[in-house]
């Protein structure tokens, strides 16, 4: 199952990629320059649509954890009604997760907001009581780097281009494409726009898979233009990362320094590692085409895609649906992606979101965080409540070697607490015969070793037995610590465990 996983979602990819840029004109549109020309809409309002429809059938076989997700529901829908990009570092978008469910017989939406800059990305969902934020630039810091996130932004449409250049000329085109006039509505207006129709199924992906590679292994030239633009792009980020490494070794970065300003030395080292993987890959496929070609996820597999252009040839909607269905039996799911824009390069001003007392999406604790966010009267709480996900549970087995247990109270290794409970350990209070520990509320839990108490946020607590000190451990009840954090302990006899129980809402 692991392989057809893998292999489905490479199918998906590959038809992402061939049926939406063709390198041979189709009606005497140029299919390569419409692509690359989308990469110069620089701001534009719009609109967005994705849906996940599952089809009738015991489809848990074929879409594997997919099928869980779906199980209750007719479908999902993202449905961004307002998207605004500003620049090319700079958008917002608004809109609402609608959800048709086969045990509920009304339509749920759950309205949602985002923006982008340079260096976050802020998310609003109704019943969230807190924003999500993505650092964008956390990594960078963490590394001690200050990289300038608009020359990035910048890089990434320049190695864009050189990758459209490159990679557009050598894709095949489908066997279904073709090109007509047609009239649609875009922004409350009819427009008489250009369409570009292609279909794509399985069977034809490895056909087109092997020709793109022997495409590109025979394109030298084109392989040279893009590592020599790529090189050109890439060395300015390089050498200011270089410039603020804290490197003591002026020897070696002399020699990083000598090499990386040596272009031809740089492209043809690349141009030859390329090249070698092209033959490579070649050969391997060349090994399995016959069992890519009868497996039966690629044969349930199929893919289409409407592009509408304006006058100007800029693409202004774009309609893809793409089906996985092993067979009727099995059912399977149905992805649509529907973009619309127009006011293309105009005068755009992004909304954006106040990320004040936001949850950091790379948090150690954002589970907690967000389920302890969460308003339990929004739509999204009862959703939550009515399937479980209100809270989680942990399972001490009574047999577990970091467990003891003496006259009936249960005791876990200090060192092995934060696997059940969401605390911290503070280690340095060890050496000042104490056990100290932190959750993801600031809440700050103190047990002094050999005293039967705890001190919970500056309150004291008697309890039947405390902390203590044993064989180079320290052990701490778990009782105490538990309903001092706010989980129910419950023992389970039958199964010899210790349950946790923490209910957010």
């Not at 980020?237 to 490197?247: F, G, T």
């Not at 002026?250 to 092209?278: D, P």
Request: negative net charge; contains cysteine.
């Amino acid at each position: 199952m692991k392989s057809k996983k893998l292999l489905a979602l490479i199918a998906i990819l590959a038809c992402c990629i061939l049926v939406f840029a063709a390198c041979e004109p189709v009606s005497g549109v140029n299919l390569n320059n419409i692509m690359k020309s989308s990469l110069n809409q620089e701001s534009y309002e719009g609109r967005s649509r994705i849906t996940i429809e599952p089809l009738p059938g015991d489809y848990s076989e074929s879409l594997g954890e997919l099928a869980a997700m779906l199980a209750f529901v007719q479908s999902i829908e993202l449905d961004f009604y307002e998207v605004k990009q500003q620049d090319l570092n700079t958008a917002s978008v608004k809109g609402n997760l609608n959800i048709v469910s086969q045990s509920i017989p009304i339509p749920m939406s759950i309205p949602l907001a985002m923006s982008i800059t340079s260096d976050k990305i802020v998310i609003q969902v109704e019943g969230i009581e807190r924003p999500l934020v993505y650092e964008l630039i956390s990594d960078y810091s963490e590394l001690g780097l200050d990289i300038d996130m608009t020359l990035l932004a910048s890089a990434d449409v320049d190695v864009a281009r050189l990758l459209l250049d490159y990679l557009v000329p050598n894709l095949p085109n489908p066997n279904k494409i073709n090109y007509s006039n047609t009239t649609i509505e875009l922004n409350g207006e009819q427009k008489n726009v250009g369409k570009i129709h292609a279909e794509l199924d399985g069977a034809e992906l490895v056909d087109l898979i092997q020709i793109t590679l022997r495409n590109l292994a025979q394109d030298e030239e084109g392989l040279r233009d893009f590592l020599s633009g790529l090189y050109d792009v890439l060395l300015p980020i390089i050498e200011n990362v270089i410039d603020q490494s804290d490197s003591e070794d002026n020897v070696a970065i002399g020699f990083v320094r000598a090499y990386l300003n040596n272009k031809t030395l740089v492209t043809e080292f690349l141009y030859t590692t390329i090249t070698q993987g092209y033959q490579t890959a070649l050969k391997e496929f060349s090994g399995i085409e016959q069992e890519l070609a009868d497996d039966e996820v690629l044969s349930g597999i199929s893919a289409t895609a409407d592009i509408y252009l304006d006058s100007s040839l800029n693409i202004v909607r774009t309609d893809y649906e793409l089906v996985i269905s092993n067979s009727p039996e099995e059912g399977g799911v149905v992805i649509r992606v529907t973009n619309e824009q127009w006011n293309i390069n105009g005068d755009i001003e992004a909304d954006l979101l106040d990320d004040t007392n936001g949850i950091n999406l790379e948090s150690y604790y954002l589970e907690q965080q967000i389920l302890s966010s969460i308003d339990p009267n929004s739509l999204i709480g009862q959703l939550l409540s009515a399937s479980g996900y209100n809270q989680t549970t942990s399972y001490i087995w009574i047999d577990d070697p970091s467990v003891y247990v003496d006259n009936g109270t249960s005791f876990i290794s200090a060192y092995e607490i934060s696997y059940y409970l969401d605390v911290e350990l503070d280690w340095w209070s060890l050496y000042s015969d104490q056990i100290i520990l932190y959750d993801y509320t600031g809440t700050t839990i103190e047990l002094p070793l050999g005293q039967n108490k705890i001190i919970v946020d500056g309150v004291e607590y008697e309890v039947p037995r405390g902390a203590f000190e044993a064989e180079y451990d320290y052990y701490v009840p778990i009782r105490a610590v538990a309903e001092a954090l706010g989980y129910e302990v419950i023992w389970d006899a039958e199964f010899q465990t210790i349950d946790l129980i923490k209910t957010y809402f």
